[in-house]
């Protein structure tokens, strides 16, 4: 396993940020960022060193926040949407 580095860019809810993700390759670290924290990130990096955390003082985001903070999915709105019709209707 390896830890990856995602960082946020200009205007990004956690600017000057980065989150690790640990996986065995890229690919996967992607799929894990992508599910808890959305698709929102900049870039992805393999070292802590090419990610510039320490050149560019990035604060790290923990994964479990970034996951608290992550926009809503389709699915997620449709249900509450859905719910919220639902109660309409029983008035």
Not at 1 to 19: H, N, P, V
């Amino acid at each position: 396993m390896k830890t990856f580095y995602f960082t946020y860019g200009f205007g990004q809810r956690f600017q000057g940020g980065y989150t690790k993700v640990t996986a065995k390759n890229m690919s996967a670290a992607r799929e894990i960022f992508h599910k808890e924290a959305g698709p929102y990130f900049s870039f992805a990096y393999d070292s802590r060193d090419d990610c510039g955390v320490d050149r560019f003082n990035l604060k790290e985001i923990p994964l479990e926040e970034a996951h608290k903070n992550r926009p809503a999915t389709k699915a997620e709105n449709d249900k509450k949407t859905a719910d919220w019709v639902e109660g309409l209707k029983k008035k």
